[in-house]
């Protein structure tokens, strides 16, 4: 992420915050949400590939890509799925990444941890 | 979980070993009985080379670091506080899921754990006075939160604060602590929140709140001690507060650069 937000420059999103609700303390949970983001990083990737013009950032967002490929066979063989279930996966485009994003509740508001409101410490 | 997850990897790794063996001798076995390779390649000479990435992606770094990072969490409701991870052990505590001035309430969770009912809970320090500083919360009264990796160290007898980060002083300072009929308490605490521009001269343009309690409880919002400036600067060091730190207010505004919510804080 820091060699991605360095080459994005002012042009990357802010850092978002987390809450992966009980997905983290139930096995199957673990398993089913991994493969869905997996499969889901790895199409939204694909869906962006066009719109970078430079062959040296292509050349790098590939190498993501196809670790992010790996990872998403290698969970898929975990939970016991077809690793590669297509001849050709398809791409997803930002908005509806974005769309099945948002529908899990994920990212989430910073906690507000300041405030302008006086003390009421002892002193 | 982590067992069977070995288990096929391992697997894995074998059954791609046994694969690209078979693929090694079928193709030495071919070529050795095959024209020279090259005679059946095309030229190579006209194919460009690959473009350079435009950056390199570093070694990942391990996330798992808990001698040095400090993991904490808001709470998304008020939270009922047990002594162990039971509705039926006996409760300790109900915290708020804001603080008394405003922010979200933060806790510090280490350790997790499952109920008779399958419900999982986390250990967690929790605010509050030196006698009951950890106790379990229900696990989805935990929203998100964040990390840290410094630790401010406060010496009530140096009369002394500390900031480290990565084993390094970055920040030393004279402070004020609490007088003998009002001590600050001892133990590991942890930064609750940050206070700015607020019309208080008295504690100064910059303060943070603690998760320490003092034994002054009937203090109008419960007698949690703070870090904060000061408007007589010509008492530090020395013990002359109610609890709280004082620091000079350069000083404070200093350690505003650099101190961050949640950040542990050890009062020896």
Redesign the interface.
């Known amino acids: 992420m820091?060699?991605l937000r360095?080459?994005l420059g002012a042009a990357a999103v802010a850092r978002p915050?987390?809450?992966f609700?009980?997905t983290t303390?139930?096995?199957e949970a673990f398993l089913r949400t991994a493969v869905a983001f997996e499969d889901l990083a790895t199409a939204a990737y694909k869906g962006q590939l066009g719109n970078l013009r430079?062959?040296?950032?292509?050349?790098?967002a590939l190498?993501?890509h196809s670790v992010e490929a790996r990872h998403a066979a290698?969970i898929r063989?975990?939970a016991g799925r077809v690793p590669a279930a297509d001849p050709v996966d398809e791409p997803i485009s930002r908005p509806e990444a974005e769309r099945i994003v948002a529908s899990t509740g994920f990212i989430?508001s910073?906690?507000?941890?300041?405030?302008?409101?006086?003390?009421?410490?002892?002193? | 979980m982590l067992r069977r997850a070995a288990v096929l990897v391992v697997a894995c790794w074998c059954a791609l070993a046994i694969g690209c063996l078979v693929v090694v001798v079928a193709a030495v076995a071919s070529i050795s009985s095959s024209p020279a390779p090259a005679a059946l390649l095309p030229p190579t000479a006209d194919i460009a080379a690959p473009p350079a990435p435009a950056f390199d992606v570093p070694a990942p770094r391990r996330l798992d670091d808990a001698v040095t990072t400090s993991r904490w969490a808001s709470l998304a409701r008020d939270a009922e506080v047990y002594v162990s991870p039971s509705r039926e052990s006996g409760r300790v505590a109900l915290l708020s899921r804001l603080t008394p001035e405003g922010t979200d309430n933060i806790v510090v969770p280490f350790r997790r754990a499952v109920d008779d009912e399958g419900r999982p809970w986390v250990e967690a320090q929790i605010p509050g006075l030196p006698s009951r500083q950890t106790g379990w919360i229900e696990s989805d009264a935990l929203g998100t939160g964040g990390e840290s990796r410094a630790r401010l160290v406060v010496d009530r007898e140096r009369l002394t604060l500390s900031y480290v980060r990565a084993g390094r002083e970055l920040l030393r300072a004279r402070i004020g602590v609490g007088r003998r009929d009002a001590p600050t308490p001892a133990g590991r605490f942890y930064v609750r929140n940050k206070l700015t521009r607020y019309a208080s001269l008295r504690y100064g343009p910059l303060a943070y709140g603690l998760s320490a309690r003092s034994r002054l409880t009937d203090w109008p919002g419960g007698g949690f001690i703070g870090i904060h400036g000061t408007d007589r600067p010509g008492l530090l060091p020395g013990a002359v507060s109610h609890g709280c730190i004082r620091m000079a207010n350069a000083d404070i505004v200093r350690l505003g650069r650099l101190l961050r919510v949640g950040t542990p804080v050890l009062i020896v």
């Open positions: 820091k060699a360095q080459a915050a987390f809450d609700q009980d303390s139930d096995d430079s062959r040296e950032y292509l050349a790098a190498s993501i290698w063989y975990l989430v910073r906690p507000a941890t300041t405030s302008d409101r006086a003390p009421s410490f002892t002193g």
